[in-house]
Nanobody
Framework: QVQLVESGGGLVQPGGSLGLSCAAS????????MGWYRQAPGKQRDLVAQ???????NYAASVKGRFTISRDNAKNTVHLQMNSLKPEDTAVYYC??????????WGQGTQVTVSS
């Protein structure tokens, strides 16, 4: 019903930056919350950042001050700007959306690797 397509992952050195984008398409209706989760090998999937339709944001403590989440409601996109990246940020990053009516969708994931 709704498809999420992520882009922007890749390999970066510690201290570098990457920007992730996610575009939603399909029977979208209203996206109440858009967010990013990440999962490292052998670990659970955890919330990185999320943003509501009104622009309220929430960040994991480990990324606060380094990452910035934003969204364009008209274009149904969400962006995660990641600065001062650390090796601990290495993970597969997943876009997530929560829609009016209780629908939840996930992207396929994009790899972010922080290594020297």
């Amino acid at each position: 019903q709704v498809q999420l397509v992520e882009s922007g992952g890749g390999l970066v050195q510690p201290g570098g930056s990457l920007g992730l984008s996610c575009a939603a398409s399909g029977s979208i209706f209203s996206i109440n919350v858009m967010g990013w989760y990440r999962q490292a090998p052998g670990k659970q999937r955890d919330l990185v950042a999320q943003i509501t339709i009104n622009g309220n944001t929430n960040y994991a403590a480990s990324v606060k001050g380094r990452f910035t989440i934003s969204r364009d409601n008209a274009k149904n996109t969400v962006h995660l700007q990641m600065n001062s990246l650390k090796p601990e940020d290495t993970a597969v990053y997943y876009c997530n959306t929560r829609h009016s009516g209780g629908r939840v969708y996930w992207g396929q994931g994009t790899q972010v690797t922080v290594s020297s």
